[in-house]
């Protein structure tokens, strides 16, 4: 039995021929900088992007958190989704580690922040309070894009308020293919953006976080200092670099097989939200623990929220999405 896993597009398996592009890799010691590999990704990611410069590191956690220590000193501030990544999934590290204050605000339906919100969030500068120094934002925000013209607003939001702008573009390259816009469309809004090769552009690990050369080199010596300076990184390097040129595009396949098991759910008579790129959400509610074991029966991992996320990714294929569907009206028949 063939297993369906759907809690998260994290869970693919390198593909023949991205296992074959990462043994056929040059490496070095990337500490030293000599990694051939990971200098033409980071090259050619700054490239695509629109940045001076970028870094490979092992994780988007790790990105997210260097991109943030690069921005803010001691004391300062990010402004925040509630239900973003870099506040809400990531041990709290700015905090922990960074000792940078986050200040939370509400994400609103269409997954931005109210700039409203966030300018009277902007503390005055007065010894009492922690400066603010940086807005973050997150694109796609469980599922949802950013419409390009509130990117643009942002920018000009942050000069005007003389914050710097920090983009948590996990799913970067979902919210490039659902727009039909080259990602710089979207990256050119911003200080720093990290994206991450392990999502949906199924690379078995690492993220690359892009920016100014000089807030990359703080990057990299942080990235030093939280030990995720890795040596032969190339091999790793190898597998982001065939996703970039192989699998970005077949995005909209993941987007088509999401929208497919929202409508065949909704048909069915379950409560979906409208989907955009690869995520579905359906409610429930109490019956969420049940419907994991009796899929899990059948060879479909699920999670168990009452809110229940289900992510499409590259190894899950149209066949597959229809015996989803046709499971999950099996659950609600008996
Ligand atoms: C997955 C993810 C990250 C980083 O996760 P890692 O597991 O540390 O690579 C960051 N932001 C968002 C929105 C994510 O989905």
Not at 30 to 46: M, S
Not at 77 to 91: L, P, R, S, W
Not at 147 to 164: E, N, S, V
């Given at each position: 039995m063939s297993v369906i896993d759907l809690r998260s597009d994290t869970v693919t398996q390198p593909t023949p021929a991205m296992l074959d592009a990462m043994t056929a890799a040059d490496t070095g010691d990337?500490?030293?900088?000599?990694?051939?590999?990971?200098?033409?990704?980071?090259?050619?990611?700054?490239k695509r992007l629109g940045f001076a410069a970028a870094l490979f590191v092992p994780t988007g956690t790790m990105s997210n958190l260097l991109g943030l220590m690069a921005h803010c000193e001691r004391g300062d501030?990010?402004?925040?989704?509630?239900?973003?990544?870099?506040?809400?999934?990531?041990?709290g590290g700015a905090a922990v580690l960074g000792s940078i204050q986050p200040q939370p605000l509400e994400v609103q339906a269409d997954g931005s922040l109210d700039l409203d919100q966030v300018a009277a969030a902007i503390k005055p500068d007065d010894f009492h309070f922690a400066r603010s120094r940086l807005l973050a934002l997150e694109n796609t925000m469980q599922g949802k894009v950013l419409?390009?013209?509130?990117?643009?607003?942002?920018?000009?939001?942050?000069?005007?308020?003389?914050?710097?702008l920090h983009l948590d573009g996990a799913r970067l390259y979902n919210a490039a293919v659902k727009l039909g816009v080259d990602a710089r469309e979207i990256t050119q809004?911003?200080?720093?953006?990290?994206?991450?090769?392990?999502?949906?552009?199924?690379?078995?690990?690492?993220?690359?976080?892009?920016?100014?050369?000089?807030?990359?080199?703080?990057?990299?010596?942080?990235?030093?200092?939280?030990?995720?300076?890795?040596?032969?990184?190339?091999?790793?390097?190898?597998?982001?670099?065939?996703a970039l040129?192989?699998?970005?595009?077949?995005?909209?396949d993941d987007h088509a097989n999401a929208q497919r098991l929202a409508d065949g759910l909704r048909e069915a008579g379950f409560?979906?939200?409208?989907?955009?790129?690869?995520?579905?959400?359906?409610?429930?509610?109490?019956?969420?623990?049940?419907?994991?074991?009796?899929?899990?029966?059948?060879?479909?991992?699920?999670?168990?929220?009452?809110?229940?996320?289900?992510?499409?990714?590259?190894?899950?294929?149209?066949?597959?999405?229809?015996?989803?569907?046709?499971t999950f009206i099996e659950f609600s028949r008996q």
């Open positions: 990337d500490v030293y900088g000599e990694d051939p590999t990971v200098n033409r990704l980071e090259a050619e990611l700054a501030e990010y402004i925040v989704g509630q239900q973003a990544h870099t506040y809400k999934y990531e041990g419409p390009l013209d509130y990117l643009a607003r942002a920018r000009r939001f942050t000069q005007d308020h003389g914050l710097q809004y911003f200080d720093s953006v990290s994206v991450c090769l392990s999502k949906g552009l199924g690379a078995p690990v690492g993220s690359v976080l892009c920016g100014s050369v000089e807030l990359i080199g703080k990057a990299r010596r942080l990235r030093k200092m939280v030990g995720g300076g890795m040596r032969q990184a190339g091999l790793l390097a190898a597998a982001g670099l065939y040129d192989h699998h970005v595009e077949r995005l909209a409560v979906v939200e409208p989907v955009q790129t690869n995520m579905v959400y359906v409610q429930m509610g109490d019956k969420a623990e049940a419907l994991k074991a009796f899929a899990g029966e059948r060879g479909i991992k699920l999670s168990a929220a009452a809110r229940l996320r289900m992510v499409t990714h590259m190894d899950v294929k149209r066949a597959q999405i229809e015996q989803v569907i046709a």
